[in-house]
T-cell receptor, first 114, second 113 residues
């Protein structure tokens, strides 16, 4: 069965510090992986996606993620946090072939303090 | 145009009311989705439409009734809802039901009183 685990429901960083949000997946077939961001009372915005091309994926707002098959991980990073990065972040996985279903992780709330 | 729009943004309704949520996309996508999201939780899939036909119903109560009048439009009709149905309702679309990437709308915040 396919699943996504986000380690840490809350992450707090100082402005200017490194952001690291962790995501591990379980999949029996090659996965497609996504990170979405959700600001309060808004919908989901796609930050970046991995679709079996380059393992290091760059997204919007300075975020990037690295697909590591050996570790079944797809952690999200940003070198320097900004106050505007405070939001809920969801890791998600989808699968090639067959009927598409997107499975979301439980989410990680990122707080950025001055 | 890579946008999914949803109306209304906010909706307050009583338990005896009938209301509808609307979702629209003009990307030529042939799969559309309804998700329900409770506070501090990830979205949960409710329905999937593929080429205007209902493909997946994730055991959603009949007080939620989806409709796909054409390839650009998706409605969710609401009737006799319960307070626990209060949530953010998100619509999404993808090129087809086999596509891995979904585009999400901003959602409708529903409050049932």
């Amino acid at each position: 069965a396919q699943s996504v685990t986000q380690l840490g429901s809350h992450v707090s960083v100082s402005e200017g510090a490194l952001v690291l949000l962790r995501c591990n997946y379980s999949s029996s077939v090659p996965p497609y992986l996504f990170w979405y961001v959700q600001y309060p009372n808004q919908g989901l915005q796609l930050l970046l996606k991995y679709t079996s091309a380059a393992t290091l994926v760059k997204g919007i707002n300075g975020f990037e993620a690295e697909f590591k098959k050996s570790e079944t991980s797809f952690h999200l990073t940003k070198p320097s946090a900004h106050m505007s990065d405070a939001a809920e972040y969801f890791c998600a996985v989808s699968f090639s072939g067959g009927y598409n279903m997107v499975i979301f992780g439980a989410g990680t709330r990122l707080a950025v303090h001055p | 145009d890579t946008e999914v729009t949803q109306t209304p943004k906010h909706l307050v309704m009583g338990m005896t009311n009938k209301k509808s949520l609307k979702c629209e996309q003009h990307m030529g996508h042939r799969a559309m989705y309804w998700y329900k999201q409770k506070a501090k939780k990830p979205p949960e899939l409710m329905f999937v439409y593929s080429y205007e036909k209902l493909s997946i119903n994730e055991s959603v109560p009949s007080r939620f009734s989806p409709e796909c009048p054409n390839s650009s439009l998706l409605n969710l009709h609401l009737h006799a809802l319960q307070p626990e149905d209060s949530a953010l309702y998100l619509c999404a679309s993808s090129q087809d039901r086999y596509s891995y990437e979904q585009y999400f709308g901003p959602g409708t915040r529903l409050t049932v009183t």
